[in-house]
């Protein structure tokens, strides 16, 4: 049966290079709710937002907080084309009788999705790229409005 989910995305929150011990750091950390929801790694350059590292989790506060301690992933973010690195959360508002598990999982999903077929390159699973297939389109201008010229879909 399809869900009509609906959810609500928080502010960005800054990352900063860490003084000692860690690679990254959130300042703001309490800006970060505890609740359940999605969660992005993202770079900003000028107008361009690039995400870098896609997750769920039922605790968002305490799972971004584990992120920053994972040298793997932390040294991914840190070799990404320059930009500014936030963290952003997107947070379920559930409806009566949703499994709180599958829409997390099924936003997570649909966001990986969505990046890999923008042609975002994602540190998935311990800061590596997850395996995709590449599919080149050629055409003309009206299959263009059906599917980009070039996608990137993960392999499942």
Known sequence: MPLNIEARWDKPVPLSVAASG???ECTDLDA???????YIFFRQHGDRVSPLYIGRSKNLRQRV???LNSVRLMQAIYEAESGSRYVICCRPVPKSGQDLDRVLR???RSLLDHAMSEGHDLRQKQ???PPHHTISFRGNRTSEKIARRFMRIRVR
């Open 22 to 24: 860690a690679i990254y």
């Open 32 to 38: 970060i709710s505890q609740e359940p929801g999605v």
């Open 65 to 67: 907080k584990q992120h």
């Open 106 to 108: 099924i936003m997570e």
């Open 127 to 129: 800061g590596l790229k």
